[in-house]
């Protein structure tokens, strides 16, 4: 069985910092980019960063570049997404969702499958 499991939120002040891990099973994890994506109370989902099959390739929203970092770790079958001065607009439900390509960008259609959220709060 296909399976993302997204864990690692929580509730941190702004400027804290907070690291998301996405964990993969049930399929060929150095196969597939993996990307993470939020959603915002009555806002859209929006990708958020990106990374290749290889950990080579990144992608950042404007939003967040310069705060968060995106890695892979495939011995560990895992991605994390470290999120650094963190600011109460960040708050957010946050997806990771696998693509079977090389590399995918930040749009929801060219993922396959989806891990269930995990909360970020942000307090100011």
């Known amino acids: 069985e296909v399976q993302l499991q997204a864990s690692g939120g929580g509730l941190v002040q702004a400027g804290g910092s907070l690291r998301l891990s996405c964990a993969a099973s049930?399929?060929?994890?150095?196969?597939?980019?993996i990307g993470w994506f939020r959603q915002a109370p009555g806002k859209e989902r929006e990708g958020v960063s990106c990374v290749s099959s290889s950990g080579g390739s990144t992608y950042y929203a404007d939003s967040v570049e310069g705060r968060f970092t995106i890695s892979r770790d495939i011995a560990k079958n895992t991605v994390y997404l470290q999120m650094n001065s963190l600011k109460p607009e960040d708050t957010a439900v946050y997806y990771c969702a696998g693509a079977g390509a090389q590399y995918s960008g930040p749009m929801e259609e060219e993922y396959d499958f989806w891990g269930q959220g995990t909360q970020v709060t942000v307090s100011s």
């Open positions: 049930g399929f060929t994890f150095d196969g597939y980019s």
